[in-house]
């Protein structure tokens, strides 16, 4: 493979703190200069999108038609869907709804496909693997299995003897397995240069999110592991195996997770010791494709990588919950099944400029995002909020339109109120129930567009918003690892907002591109001091659809027996 070098490293950057901000500092986009790219797209060498791996035992997963999934509305209130037992029917379901096809897309000759999970430019840099017992149609032996969404088949990675499974169970509950999730960094970089980490730290807060959401219309509960190393995650999964991965793209280990098929049982939220020597003495096998024939390398990406590496750290105390439930944000009675939803969800390439949103879905959505809600996806995450929510109001029935801030992190409001504007009000909405706060009003669907890189949907929908990190802090306390963290919170409050979106009748689209410190600026937070840093913008309303393309099913392209 050839692999140039493009732009220098970040030289002269004592420790892994300032590692990650200046990487953090030289990716912003500005009006006046896009964080480094690689300008022309080169077509011949666009990474394919799905990885395999050749001499791994492929099984087919079944494709479920009547997916008997509970209807949306019924994933928030806790205890009300009878948990499915663990069977390759369920599991292939799971797998669908979070990694899987949703659908295909044709114009001009071309196809791509969606999936269930969103991605920056549909690159797709996610990967998706499951550690699970003996299970029948799939295999007698417990294994390590690479998801394969095309095929929405399994890829037997490692056959494990039930000695190992034993070590590997002793963390877990019963009837619970691993779910973990990788990165290829490249598959974004290609496209879109050194700012490509962050939009794959966001997939993966996305993957992350859908996987609770189809965890939880099985009645099933992720639970992250937040102790485990990346070399641990690693070698769980295989990402270690140099001759597996030889001469191809590398895949980073991201995280990995629990899922709990019988939530009532309170489980253990660790990977028991020995598990990962256990794994690593199972019989390998398969080798990885190779995704590109050239490959750019961007040592800022590479310096951002070494960084950002995981250490073994002590687990989190449990987090608190609040002790309502989020009431639906709309009639229960027209909301359709978690699946359907799911399968749906699309993101809006323009929208209409007319379509609003009652105020009572709105307030939902928000509350919805909340982190102390004691519903997907906030139940698997265990680390502590760090991202508050800046709204750009448009058409809110019944709402001004404006600048709102909804405080996630309420603890933190005065720390952020004084590195705002003087001048805003502060006045507490105090009918949505919510911690949200009307900063200024005023028509801001130009300031919206304008921070979003120009993007028109951020000013022609209903609401808009720049997600705002509690930044240093997080980077001082918790280390520079959690850099990855943050974008995988904002990924999850995405996920949230594209699902209620779709349950509200409208859509949705996750805005990797925006001018960071435009947004600073408007909120009056000083662009030289990094304490609070806008991660990701979002925006919902009416979509206009492109009538210029076809849309295909899933999985026509699958043998006629396996549909
Ligand atoms: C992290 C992230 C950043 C994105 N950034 C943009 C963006 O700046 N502008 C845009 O129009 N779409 C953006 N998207 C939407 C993607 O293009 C979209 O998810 C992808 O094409 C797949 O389509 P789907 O979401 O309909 O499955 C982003 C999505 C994600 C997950």
């Not at 992720?222 to 195996?241: F, I, N, W």
Request: net charge negative.
């Amino acid at each position: 493979m050839t692999i140039l070098s493009r732009s220098s490293a970040i030289r002269g950057v004592p420790d892994a703190v300032a590692q990650v901000r200046a990487y953090h500092q030289r990716t912003k986009h500005m009006p006046e200069r896009y964080a480094p790219g690689p300008g022309d797209m080169d077509w011949a060498n666009q990474p394919d999108p799905f990885r395999r791996f050749s001499g791994a035992r492929p099984i087919a997963l079944p494709l479920v038609h009547d997916d008997g999934t509970p209807p949306y509305d019924a994933l928030f209130h806790s205890g009300r869907i009878s948990p499915r037992p663990l069977t390759a029917e369920s599991l292939g379901l799971f797998l669908e709804l979070s990694l899987g096809l949703t659908a295909w897309k044709a114009f001009q000759g071309t196809r791509w496909a969606l999936r269930s999970n969103p991605s920056s430019g549909n690159l797709h840099p996610t990967e998706g693997y499951v550690v699970l017992p003996a299970l029948a149609a799939l295999s007698d032996r417990p294994g390590v299995y690479h998801y394969a969404p095309r095929e929405h088949a399994l890829e037997q990675r490692c056959v494990l003897g039930e000695a190992a499974w034993s070590t590997l169970a002793a963390g877990l509950s019963a009837d619970a397995f691993l779910v973990g999730l990788t990165s290829v960094h490249w598959r974004e970089a290609w496209k879109y240069g050194e700012r490509a980490y962050r939009y794959c730290q966001h997939d993966a807060g996305h993957a992350l999110g859908a996987l609770c959401f189809a965890a939880a219309s099985l009645g099933w509960r992720v639970e992250l592991l937040s102790a485990p190393s990346d070399a641990d995650v690693a070698g769980l999964l295989g990402l270690d195996r140099a001759a597996d991965f030889a001469a191809v793209e590398a895949e980073h280990p991201d995280l990995i997770a629990a899922v709990v098929t019988d939530p009532a049982v309170a489980a253990p939220r660790r990977l028991a010791e020995g598990a990962v020597a256990a794994v690593r003495a199972g019989h390998w096998t398969g080798t990885a494709n190779r995704l590109s024939s050239s490959r750019v390398d961007w040592p800022a990406i590479a310096a951002v990588e070494a960084a950002t590496l995981k250490p073994p750290t002590a687990p989190l105390p449990p987090r608190g919950f609040a002790a309502t439930t989020t009431p639906a944000p709309r009639s229960t009675r027209d909301v359709p099944r978690a699946a359907v939803i799911i399968r749906q969800r699309r993101s809006a390439v323009a929208m209409d400029g007319r379509t609003g949103l009652s105020i009572d879905v709105f307030f939902g959505m928000l509350a919805r995002t909340l982190p102390d809600r004691p519903h997907p996806p906030w139940t698997a995450a265990d680390f502590p909020a760090r991202i508050n929510l800046c709204l750009f109001v448009h058409r809110i029935d019944g709402l001004s339109p404006g600048l709102y801030v909804l405080m996630r992190d309420e603890a933190r409001i005065d720390a952020f109120r004084a590195a705002c504007h003087d001048g805003f009000a502060w006045g507490h909405v105090e009918s949505s129930g919510i911690p949200l706060y009307a900063l200024a009003l005023g028509d801001c669907r130009q300031a919206a567009a304008h921070a979003s890189c120009f993007q028109a949907i951020a000013g022609d929908s209903a609401f808009s918003l720049g997600m705002v990190a509690d930044f240093a802090r997080t980077l001082e306390e918790d280390g520079a690892w959690a850099y990855r963290r943050l974008f995988w919170e904002t990924g999850l409050i995405g996920q949230v907002l594209y699902l209620e979106a779709e349950a509200a009748g409208v859509r949705s689209t996750g805005m990797g591109c925006y001018f960071d410190d435009f947004v600073h600026r408007l909120l009056g937070i000083d662009p030289g001091d990094d304490a609070w840093q806008s991660l990701y913008h979002f925006t919902v309303g009416g979509a206009v659809e492109d009538e210029r393309l076809t849309t295909l099913p899933a999985y026509d392209h699958l043998p006629r027996e396996r549909l």
